[in-house]
């Protein structure tokens, strides 16, 4: 269109060559226009991926918190499920009810930490 309109060509009158620069002008226009919706349409994609990692960043963090919450009695039952026989614990009459209340205890210490936190 650019060409056509201001190059004097044989074929192209010159009255002609004035609705060219016309319809150039509005090409130029339109693409202007496209140029910045795609931006436009850019930053809209960037905030809409910048909101999904932001929620899968949360709920990762839940994931953590209770999986490190699960971990006190998991470890501590891997240890009682060793079966030794040296532990001063086996052969007293509390030694079931206070591992329980420790386990209790320690999860229910860092479920309140992690609350703090934000992390629940």
């Known amino acids: 269109m650019q060409l056509l309109s201001e190059r004097p060509m044989r074929l192209v009158d010159p009255d002609i060559q ?6 150039a002008d509005h090409l130029a226009r339109v693409q202007e226009q496209v ?3 795609d ?3 850019n930053s809209i994609l960037q905030a809409n991926l910048a909101q999904a990692t932001v929620a899968q960043n949360e709920d990762m963090r839940k994931i953590t918190s209770w ?19 040296h532990m001063p614990e086996l052969h007293w009459k ?8 420790g386990i209790v205890v320690v ?4 479920h309140r930490t992690l609350k703090r936190n934000g992390w629940l």
């Open 35 to 37: 140029v910045g919706f």
């Open 94 to 101: 509390y030694g079931y009810p206070m591992v329980l209340t």
């Open 107 to 110: 999860c229910l210490t860092i």
């Open 39 to 41: 931006e436009l349409l």
């Open 18 to 23: 004035k609705y060219f620069r016309d319809v």
């Open 67 to 85: 999986a490190a919450i699960v971990a006190v009695p998991t470890a501590v039952c891997g240890v009682y499920g060793m079966n030794f026989d």
